[in-house]
T-cell receptor, first 115, second 118 residues
Framework: DGGITQSPKYLFRKEGQNVTLSCEQNLNHDAMYWYRQDPGQGLRLIYYSQIVNDFQKGDIAEGYSVSREKKESFPLTVTSAQKNPTAFYLC??????????????FGSGTRLTVV | AQKITQTQPGMFVQEKEAVTLDCTYDTSDPSYGLFWYKQPSSGEMIFLIYQGSYDQQNATEGRYSLNFQKARKSANLVISASQLGDSAMYFCAMREGIGNTGFQKLVFGTGTRLLVSP
C-alpha cells in the first residue's frame, strides 16, 4: 500500500544535540512538507519542497534544516539552534498532477521531546 | 492575519446526534479549496472532505457534509449520527489558488476537539 512513513515515532533529544526525523513516501508525489504541531496552535509549516533538490522555508524555519536528494525522502533536522523543539512533527506529501481536491497525505508523526 | 479560524476549542455531543464544527476563512483569491481533517489520539491526519470555491453544491462524504456559505466565508463540518469513534481533533484547512505548477500549500486552523459520549 502507498503511504508516508515517519520514523521514529518517539524521539528524545538532549540539550545541544541535532536530531534528524525521517520521512519517506512511495506515492510518487512531487511535493513534500514538514509541519510542527503544538497544543492549541494547530499545524505550522516548517519547510516544503516542490521538486527534488529544491526546498523553501515555511513560517517557522528557524532552527530547522531539510534536504531533498530523492523524490521519496524529505528528512528534517532539528538543530541545537531550535530553542523549543518539543512538539509533534508531521510530514505530508501531495501530487502536482491533477491535485484539485486531494490535499495532503500525512505520515503518522514523530513526537520529539527534549530531556 | 489568521486565514482559518476555528472558534470552538472543544465540543461535546451524544452518540447518534449530529454536531456542527465551525470554520471561517479569509482570502482574496477567487480560487481556493477547503479541507477537513480528523486527527485521532494516535496522531495521524485523516482526510474527511473537500469543497472547492467554485463547487455549486455542498460536499458530502458519508456521514460528513460541509455547509459551505461563500458570502459568509464559512465552511462548517456537519457530522451526522455521531459515533464514539468520532472523538478526535478536527482541523479545517484552506488552499489558495494552485496555479500552473500544481503545487499547493495548506493553512490550518487551530482545531476543535470533539468528544462523543455514550
Amino acid at each position: 500500500d502507498g503511504g508516508i512513513t515517519q520514523s521514529p515515532k518517539y524521539l528524545f533529544r538532549k540539550e545541544g544535540q541535532n536530531v534528524t526525523l525521517s520521512c519517506e513516501q512511495n506515492l510518487n508525489h512531487d511535493a513534500m512538507y514538514w509541519y510542527r504541531q503544538d497544543p492549541g496552535q494547530g499545524l505550522r509549516l516548517i519547510y516544503y519542497s516542490q521538486i527534488v533538490n529544491d526546498f523553501q522555508k515555511g513560517d517557522i524555519a528557524e532552527g530547522y534544516s531539510v534536504s531533498r536528494e530523492k523524490k521519496e525522502s524529505f528528512p528534517l533536522t532539528v538543530t541545537s539552534a531550535q530553542k523549543n523543539p518539543t512538539a509533534f512533527y508531521l510530514c505530508a506529501s501531495s501530487t502536482v498532477t491533477n491535485p484539485v481536491g486531494y490535499g495532503y497525505t500525512f505520515g503518522s508523526g514523530t513526537r520529539l521531546t527534549v530531556v | 492575519a489568521q486565514k482559518i479560524t476555528q472558534t470552538q476549542p472543544g465540543m461535546f455531543v451524544q452518540e447518534k446526534e449530529a454536531v456542527t464544527l465551525d470554520c471561517t476563512y479569509d482570502t482574496s483569491d477567487p480560487s481556493y479549496g477547503l479541507f477537513w481533517y480528523k486527527q485521532p489520539s494516535s496522531g495521524e491526519m485523516i482526510f474527511l472532505i473537500y469543497q472547492g470555491s467554485y463547487d455549486q453544491q455542498n460536499a458530502t462524504e458519508g456521514r460528513y457534509s460541509l455547509n459551505f456559505q461563500k458570502a459568509r466565508k464559512s465552511a462548517n463540518l456537519v457530522i451526522s449520527a455521531s459515533q464514539l469513534g468520532d472523538s478526535a481533533m478536527y482541523f479545517c484547512a484552506m488552499r489558495e489558488g494552485i496555479g500552473n505548477t500544481g503545487f499547493q500549500k495548506l493553512v490550518f486552523g487551530t482545531g476543535t476537539r470533539l468528544l462523543v459520549s455514550p
